[in-house]
């Protein structure tokens, strides 16, 4: 599914934070989401063009969606068709480290040019409002007894849905293995997914989910992070299994690009994350600052693929 929306003209605004000037910023920006939109991926992708465009930081956005295995198409004609691009942004994560694992995909995020690691975002159980299962525990004795009979739904194979539901099989005494995970190409079918009925249960990011339990088209069960992220619904070790995983997300540039290119791009990041409107978006969405540049960030995503292989492994996912 390929998606394009064209560039927009850029907000005049008379100053730019801290030391950043426009020519130190890149003019446009083409925007490669590897998901279909309505996803986490997406989300962030719009939360870009949502709160730069009206700092001067960039003067336009376009973007292309690419849904397909977990993202793992997407990144292969993002690496095929961007190279050497200094205008080009591809948004990844966590999801896409496990997907490129489980797919064994010819491509990873190490042939694209890391930039910056800007989210960190837990994920939620849901159930549609007409489910038997009225909390985390129902639903954890029921995949218990019978883990087959319990369709779960989320965003391809290898992602931190994925993982997240092998890991409470895991902590509920059955293997990762027996539970009935059903693959969609993103958050977006996901939510449509459990909301139309289709299947019992859905593991999401917490962004992708929080307007529809707010407006009662789901329930939500449990999160997975650390705190709570609404008063009502309590994590996943609240609920008494040992859990905890969150989804990080991050923007990369096209392989082959020129040193400059990347430093005007390392720069876009960082005023962009010195914005307050920025801090103040991270607030409302529930996202947590995670960021991180340069070689810290290099660093990082070494130890993430392979902190993630040894997971999946252990899981028997990979």
């Known amino acids: 599914m390929i998606t394009r929306r064209p560039l927009l003209a850029a907000a005049a605004v008379p100053t730019l934070p801290g030391a950043a000037r426009a020519a130190d910023m890149p003019h446009n920006l083409n925007v490669f989401v590897p998901a279909a939109p309505g996803g ?23 973007f292309e969606n690419l849904a397909g295995a977990a993202g793992t198409v997407g990144l292969a004609r993002f690496v095929a068709q961007r190279r ?48 038997e299962f009225r909390t985390m525990r129902q639903l954890g004795e029921a ?23 092998g890991l409470l099989l895991k902590a509920i005494g059955r293997r990762p293995l027996e539970a009935q995970f059903v693959s969609f190409s993103g958050g977006g079918a996901t939510t449509a997914a459990v909301m139309g009925g289709q299947v019992k249960a859905a593991v999401a990011g917490w962004g992708e989910f929080e307007e529809h ?36 997300r991050g923007i990369f540039a096209a392989p082959g690009i020129t040193a400059d290119a990347r430093a005007t791009l390392a720069r876009f990041a960082a005023a962009l994350h010195d914005l307050p409107a920025w801090k103040a978006l991270l607030q409302t969405r529930g996202w947590d600052d995670a960021f991180l540049d340069g070689e810290t960030f290099e660093a990082f995503l070494r130890r993430d693929r392979a902190d993630t292989e040894g997971v999946l492994k252990e899981l028997g996912l990979a």
Request: aromatic content about 4%; glycine content about 14%; overall charge neutral.
């Open 213 to 248: 339990v707010k407006a009662g088209r789901v329930r939500a069960l449990a999160t997975s992070g650390e705190r709570r992220l609404a008063p009502e619904v309590p994590t996943l070790k609240e609920s008494g299994y040992d859990v905890v995983a969150t989804n990080w």
């Open 40 to 62: 986490g991926w997406d989300g962030l992708g719009r939360a870009l063009e949502l709160v730069a465009r009206p700092a001067g930081l960039v003067g336009g956005f376009q």
């Open 143 to 165: 995949l218990r007894a019978e883990p087959r009979g319990i369709p779960i739904a989320g965003a391809g194979g290898g992602t931190v849905d994925h993982v997240i539901l």
């Open 84 to 131: 050497g691009r200094a205008d080009s942004l591809f948004i990844g994560g966590a999801s896409l480290v496990g997907a490129t694992i489980v797919n064994r995909s010819p491509v990873s995020l190490a042939d694209i040019t890391p930039i910056a690691r800007l989210t960190e975002e837990a994920a939620v159980l849901v159930v549609p409002p007409d489910s």
